[in-house]
Structures are given as C-alpha cells and as structure tokens.
Nanobody
Framework: VQLQASGGGLVQAGGSLRLSCAASGSINFMGWYRQPPGKQRELVASITSGGNTNYADAVKGRFTISRDNAQRTLYLQMNSLKSEDTAVYYC???????????WGKGTLVTVSS
C-alpha cells in the first residue's frame, strides 16, 4: 500500500487549496493530519467508512474532508486559510484486510500573511 499526497504549496492568507491523497491497494481512508513547524502532529479531519466526518475545532467551517472510493482518493478542501494552517499535511489510512496503518509522505502547505 502506498499513499501519495499532493496539492500543497504557497498561498496567501484567505486563499484556498485542495489536497489529494491517492492510494494503491485495499485501504480504508481515515483522515488528514498536520504537523506545524516545531510542533507535534495533530488530527485535522477524519472520515469513517460510513462517511461521517469530524474536524478539529481550529478548522471547522473552513476545511472539508471527502473521498472518492472508486478513485481511491482522499481530499481536503481548505478555504479561508490562515498563517497558523502552515504545516506539513499527511493522509492516513488503514489496510482493509491487514489493519495496518499507513501514512503518506506529506505535502507542505505554507500560508503567508
């Protein structure tokens, strides 16, 4: 199983980005995490197999997590970006049959104020 995250970049505060995470293999997507500079990795948004979503308080109302099961891709739409959203963003998944946890390599999001 491999997870390939993409879509990060440099954006001005107030702007938008859409992150994608493409998977190979049989997995269940779990969510997006981020690691700001000098800080620990934290959960940004999660999605269950039934499609229920959950968001960190800091991103509620601005970020939307979604997935395309047919394309085996997880998305994170990020709007109204703030400088504090600057971080490396990682996608996370669990092997459908193995139960093993997988991480993408991460994509850097930099928001300039």
């Amino acid at each position: 199983v491999q997870l390939q995250a993409s879509g990060g970049g440099l954006v001005q505060a107030g702007g938008s980005l859409r992150l994608s995470c493409a998977a190979s293999g049989s997995i269940n997507f779990m969510g997006w995490y981020r690691q700001p500079p000098g800080k620990q990795r934290e959960l940004v948004a999660s999605i269950t197999s039934g499609g229920n979503t959950n968001y960190a308080d800091a991103v509620k109302g601005r970020f939307t997590i979604s997935r395309d099961n047919a394309q085996r891709t997880l998305y994170l739409q990020m709007n109204s970006l703030k400088s504090e959203d600057t971080a490396v963003y990682y996608c996370n998944a669990v092997g459908r049959y193995s139960g093993a946890t997988y991480w993408g390599k991460g994509t850097l999001v930099t928001v300039s104020s």
